[in-house]
């Protein structure tokens, strides 16, 4: 099943897209996809109403605008240098446990929305992730149990200023966290679709080049153990969102270095769960 959100920003309805590529408007039933939704079995009433053939809806207009597939989580909770060669172009050391920080949620943002550049930015960088989207209050959860905490997954980026992140001090969040920093979609694809989190494609292209092409399997912390450890240090909420990380090929990483520049074009997909588009704009 797949899940989306549509319309004005801050003003999404949701929505399913069905099989056949009609995406239907799920508001007649179903407030909103949030932490309510998923904590209270949401998702298998939706399922139940999808299979009785979507009562009462109407078809979602093809050109209407698709927000992030879930409603802004009350954590956004991410992994830095979590594939190897990741870590090895960053030049800072390989982990040992994961390297956890978070992105602020104000900087949600949809799967085709722009990429503002914050005022006095200079190293705007991009990092394809597949996201997890928790799905029932987790912590301190078994590895062995944490995927049957997942309601499901979607391609992410996290946009990055790494001059604000690298050279200001203090945490990495405040290159993180600025206003479209995390977009995320087109749809949430449920985890019943998804046989192995640790089996898929991930992929970004900037202006049709392709900057990151790589595996979920070549993290360093499967989606297991990174559930289990980050359950260990807050407790997890339904509907909250984890970054998994990036693999190789970020800006930074270059020799010379290739930031993002105003009129760019990004794109981010994940294989079975879609891509996301963004085209990077100056600041308002």
Not at 125 to 140: C, H, K, N, P, R
Not at 147 to 168: H, N, P, T, V, W
Not at 175 to 193: H, I, N, R, Y
Request: charged share 25%; hydrophobic share 35%; net charge negative.
């Amino acid at each position: 099943m797949k899940l989306i959100r549509f319309g004005e920003a801050g003003r999404e309805e949701p929505g399913v897209l069905l099989p056949d590529g009609r995406m239907m408007d799920a508001s007649g039933e179903f407030s909103d996809f949030d932490e309510g939704f998923f904590g209270s079995g949401g998702l298998e009433s939706l399922a139940e109403w999808v299979a009785d053939g979507c009562p009462g809806a109407t078809e979602v207009d093809p050109m209407s605008r698709l927000g992030p597939p879930i409603d802004r989580p009350s954590k956004l909770v991410c992994v830095g240098k979590n594939y190897l060669e990741h870590a090895k172009e960053l030049g800072e050391g390989i982990p040992s446990e994961p390297t956890l920080f978070m992105k602020a949620t104000s900087a949600w943002s949809g799967p085709y929305d722009d990429v503002i550049t914050p005022r006095g930015s200079t190293k705007l960088d991009y990092e394809v992730e597949l996201a997890v989207v928790i799905g029932q209050t987790a912590s301190y959860v078994d590895e062995a149990d944490a995927l049957s905490y997942i309601a499901g997954f979607s391609s992410f980026c996290d946009y990055s200023e790494r001059a604000f992140q690298k050279e200001m001090g203090g945490q990495w969040m405040k290159g993180k966290s600025a206003d479209t920093f995390a977009p995320m979609g087109p749809w949430l694809v449920t985890a019943d679709e998804v046989a192995d989190p640790q089996g898929l494609r991930l992929w970004c292209k900037v202006n049709d080049e392709y900057r990151q092409n790589s595996w979920t399997g070549d993290m360093m912390f499967s989606v297991r153990q990174i559930i289990s450890y980050i359950s260990r240090f807050m407790t997890l909420l339904p509907g909250d969102v984890i970054a998994t990380g990036t693999p190789s090929g970020v800006a930074m990483g270059m020799n010379p270095p290739k930031y993002l520049q105003c009129g760019d074009f990004v794109e981010c997909g994940v294989e079975g769960l879609g891509k996301i588009r963004q085209r990077v704009v100056a600041p308002h």
